[in-house]
């Protein structure tokens, strides 16, 4: 079992930063596929971006890219998101996932085993 638990969220202005970072419980944490994936009000959960195990391999959605950036440290069990640039439509709460598949490259909600509770980002105009 792994528990992951978001921290770093806030209220920023357009074109400001934030540094997302996702603390997870367990020895397996570095075998582990993470990734970030986002909810805004009354829409789906959509993914933000994911790193492999080395974090050898990154992968971004096409509203993030250029701007977001996601990296870990498996020796503090840690996976962070940068993220640069901010826009209003960023707004949502942000999730952090861990799958739990050994080489796991999906973008979709249902691959991922392992989820956090959120934490909100909202950026103002």
């Known amino acids: 079992q792994v528990q992951l638990v978001e921290s770093g969220g806030g209220l920023v202005q357009a074109g400001g930063s934030l540094r997302l970072s996702c603390a997870a419980s367990g020895r397996t944490f570095s075998w582990y596929t993470m990734a970030w994936f986002r909810q805004a009000p009354g829409k789906e959960r959509v993914f933000v971006s994911r790193i492999s195990w080395s974090g050898g391999t990154t992968a971004y959605s096409d509203s993030v890219k250029g701007r977001f950036t996601i990296s870990r440290d498996n020796a503090k069990n840690t996976v962070y998101l940068q993220m640069n640039s901010l826009k209003p439509e960023d707004t949502a709460v942000y999730y952090c996932?861990?799958?739990?598949?050994?080489?796991?490259?999906?973008?979709?909600?249902?691959?991922?085993?392992?989820w956090g509770q959120g934490t909100q980002v909202t950026v103002s105009s």
């Open positions: 996932a861990a799958d739990k598949r050994i080489g796991g490259v999906g973008r979709f909600v249902n691959q991922y085993d392992y």
